[in-house]
């Protein structure tokens, strides 16, 4: 399968717990290859394991680096697994998600969506309500190659 059909799932982790590894089992596809920024804090990490554990799609991993969640270093660590992904793509499309993320669609469904939606309309509304006055504000933009991930975040 050429790359350009292929999804990348670029994985921000910092513990190989049961999220982690449903995660994993839900991206398991042939149609996926999965990059995966383990933060270096988890001595436990072992990528042996995780190349064993999934069946279908090409695991990579990202260098390690320690990570501070919302500081520069979670930047960083963005860029090195785009850089990673990049590096053996191109892809139809590229997702950044956190291991404690999990998709609420099936990746057959995933896929069928990408497949026929070419662009999206993406439109922000913050509405505010005094006594006095309604504001709103809208912000629209048609963007292409971006794709959007559903995902729930549980908290461990």
């Known amino acids: 399968m050429e790359t350009s059909e292929k999804q990348a799932y670029m ?9 982690f590894w449903t995660l994993l089992r839900m991206l398991d ?11 270096s804090k988890n001595e436990n990490y072992q990528p042996e394991t995780v190349e064993r554990y999934v ?3 090409k695991v990579f991993h990202a260098k390690r680096h320690s990570v501070v969640w ?7 660590a963005e860029l090195v697994l785009l850089k990673t ?23 057959e469904d995933i896929r069928a969506f990408l ?8 439109s922000i509304s913050t509405r505010t309500r005094s006594a ?21 975040r549980c908290s461990a």
Request: aromatic content about 10%.
């Open 29 to 39: 596809a042939p149609w996926n290859d999965i990059f995966i920024h383990m933060d």
């Open 85 to 107: 992904a990049v590096a053996h793509g191109p892809y139809q499309h590229y997702h950044l998600i956190s291991g404690v993320d999990l998709p609420i669609q099936t990746q």
């Open 11 to 19: 994985l921000m982790a910092h513990q190989c717990n049961e999220m």
């Open 132 to 152: 006095h006055s309604t504001m709103s504000a809208f912000i629209t933009g048609t963007f292409s190659r971006i794709s959007i991930c559903a995902a729930i």
């Open 55 to 57: 069946k279908y799609a």
């Open 70 to 76: 919302g500081g520069v270093s979670q930047v960083k």
């Open 115 to 122: 497949r026929q939606t070419q662009t999206w309309n993406l």
